[in-house]
């Protein structure tokens, strides 16, 4: 009797284990299949947290999934040391399964950041400045102040900056975002200088570089950037000036207004190419990819001059008799009168 009482006992007791193995495997699927969020909502892992932190913070966005399912899910899973810091999106109607491998493998919130062809150093770094979720570590965000604090193998920033769509997550610093885009220029210009073409009136990839700067802020038009090139390349062979605005207008500095008059022209800066020869002393922008391969591999052509041409593109002229009637259109144009060609 008493071993038939044991076996019972024994029996019994197996059977109420099963029943609540039964029963918190049935509550954990039903967890499992519960929604962690209704709508997106944004949760963010800190660096050095637990999992137990993890869990707290998804039972806050959810208080029906309570934490102890969310943290031994992790642990079943193999994933409570895997989870990655950052800011995380909880997708509407998302289940813990999926939220915590989106976890482990790191698939934060990503932001972009457009940095625009033809804008100066100074602007890049004030548009990383004033970027969201950029962690600021810089004091000084002067281009000067960069080149100090980086590190930078660079006299002068400009130029050396790539201008592109950066994409980062939350916590991304300031320092992380200069240096891609330095290591990205480094890399664009070595590889448009590595394929350049033979008998180039430059003699270095930071003259390429220059040049590349004064053809991006010479031309919107990405079909005509090899022609300008073309142009540079044939009065830089020539010893003529190369006689551009854009030039000019970067060495004003605070006093260009938005108009350049003549008497711009004749007073000499470092960066006045009608009253010097040869290339500026610095890059005037950042080049976008088109126009290093543009100044490193120009287009063949007789022109020597050009002018808008008052359809946003320019009018090429390989005399100067041609180029001063082009002028006189251009002119015209602004004024809105119609010249015969």
């Known amino acids: 009797m008493r071993r038939a009482i044991g076996v019972f006992v024994i029996w019994a007791g197996g059977m109420a284990l099963l029943a609540t193995l039964f029963f918190a495997v049935s509550e954990a699927y039903r967890f499992w299949q519960m929604p962690v969020a209704e709508s ?24 029906a999934l309570p934490e102890a399912v969310i943290y ?33 493998a790191g698939d934060v919130v990503e932001y972009s950041l457009t940095i625009p062809e033809g804008v100066t150093a100074r602007r890049f770094l004030e548009i990383v400045g004033s970027a969201p979720h950029i962690e600021r570590t810089l004091e000084d965000l002067s ?5 100090e604090a980086l590190e930078l193998p660079v006299e002068h920033l400009e130029g050396w ?20 885009a330095h290591r990205k220029m480094r890399e664009a210009l070595d590889g448009a200088w590595s394929a350049r073409a033979e008998g180039l009136p430059v003699d270095s990839p930071y003259e390429a570089l220059i040049l590349a700067s004064v053809i991006e802020r010479e031309t919107a038009v990405p079909d005509e950037r090899g ?7 044939n009065r830089l062979e020539r010893g003529m000036r190369l006689q551009t605005d854009p030039t ?28 010097r020869d040869g290339l ?18 120009p287009e063949e052509t007789d022109a020597l001059f050009f002018v808008a041409d008052g ?25 809105g009168e119609a010249v015969a060609r």
């Open 40 to 63: 997106p909502v944004p949760v963010v892992v800190e660096r050095g947290e637990t999992m137990r932190d993890v869990a707290a913070s998804i039972h806050a966005v959810n208080p």
């Open 72 to 104: 031994w899910t992790a642990r079943f899973r193999g994933q409570s040391r895997a989870i990655q810091s950052g800011e995380y999106e909880i997708a509407a109607g998302e289940r813990l399964g999926r939220l915590l491998d989106r976890m482990a």
């Open 143 to 147: 281009p000067e102040g960069v080149i």
């Open 161 to 180: 900056l790539y201008p592109d769509t950066y994409r980062y997550s939350a916590g991304t610093t300031d320092r992380q975002l200069i240096r891609l």
């Open 227 to 233: 022609e300008v090139a073309g142009v540079f390349v």
């Open 248 to 275: 000019v207008i970067y060495g004003m500095g605070d006093d260009y207004d938005g108009v350049l008059l003549s008497r711009h022209l004749r007073e000499d800066t470092p960066y006045n190419t009608y009253t």
């Open 280 to 297: 500026p002393p610095t890059p005037i922008a950042l080049p976008s990819k088109d126009s290093l391969v543009a100044a490193t591999r």
């Open 311 to 335: 359809t946003g593109g320019h009018h090429f002229s390989r005399s100067l008799d041609e180029h001063n009637r082009a002028v006189l259109r251009w002119r015209a144009h602004q004024r």
